[in-house]
């Protein structure tokens, strides 16, 4: 099983509005990230979480707070968005967080079916 | 940060002719991931390469890569319909094997 599990689909949200997006893997990974993909565009990076603790954050703006409350979940909170941060919310987990080196193996990142996000 | 860059950006090609997607990375290839994306969908894992060199199929879909060229390429043998989407190669950085960077896409269409 291969599976990342993102919920909702589809979201519609006003820009004072709280909103959060959720992911889900039962495949004992250990590293869990967010991108967030325009239309168009190459999915972007946005955070990474090890171990269940913040390793990479990608200059996201703090409207946008990641939470990963245990090794199978991982959270997006969304508050104050703005229009222009609609866009496809992609998950992907791998299952080891270690960094590359002369022993270090890149690992294949699993990704989900995305959150589509629109900010009115 | 590593850039990706991806010919051609678009293709168009008739039902069971053969094409190939290109990659090729600004910085050196510590790995390279191919991946296919259906419109609006998430990312369908095709293929991870690893070393200089190495050449991987699954089923029609052929990549490989060449190290030194900082490249690897995509290549479809007998394009179907069920082939088009949008094509990413992605490579992690060095230091940080889980912060990842993808190519800037390449649109299949495949005409019946």
């Known amino acids: 099983d291969t599976e990342v599990t993102q919920t909702p689909k589809h979201l519609v949200m006003g820009m004072t509005n709280k909103k959060s997006l959720k992911c889900e893997q039962h495949?004992?990974?250990?590293?869990m990230y967010w991108y967030k993909q325009k239309a168009k565009k190459p999915p972007e990076l946005m955070f990474v979480?090890?171990?269940?603790?913040?390793?990479i954050n990608e200059s996201v703006p703090s409207r946008f707070s990641p939470e990963c409350p245990n090794s199978s979940l991982l959270n997006l909170h969304l508050h104050a968005l703005q229009p222009e941060d609609s866009a496809l919310y992609l998950c992907?987990?791998?299952?080891?967080?270690?960094?590359?080196?002369?022993?270090?193996?890149?690992?294949?990142?699993?990704f989900g079916a995305g959150t589509r996000l629109s900010v009115l | 940060s590593q850039e990706l860059e991806q010919s051609p950006q678009s293709l168009i090609v008739q039902e069971g002719k053969n094409l190939t997607i290109n990659c090729t990375s600004s910085?050196?290839?510590?790995?390279l991931y191919w991946y296919k994306q259906k419109y609006g969908e998430g990312l369908i894992f095709l293929m991870m390469l690893q070393k200089g060199g190495e050449e991987k199929s699954h089923e029609k879909i052929t990549a490989k890569l060449d190290e030194k060229k900082q490249q690897s390429s995509l290549h479809i043998t007998a394009s179907q319909p069920s082939h088009a989407g949008i094509y990413l190669c992605g490579a992690p950085t060095l230091n940080t094997g889980n912060q990842f960077y993808f190519g800037t896409g390449t649109s299949l269409t495949v005409i019946p």
């Open positions: 992907a987990s791998s299952r080891n967080p270690k960094g590359l080196g002369t022993s270090g193996r890149i690992d294949i990142q699993y």
């Open positions: 979480y090890s171990y269940e603790k913040l390793s």
């Open positions: 495949m004992g990974h250990r590293a």
């Open positions: 910085k050196t290839l510590y790995g």
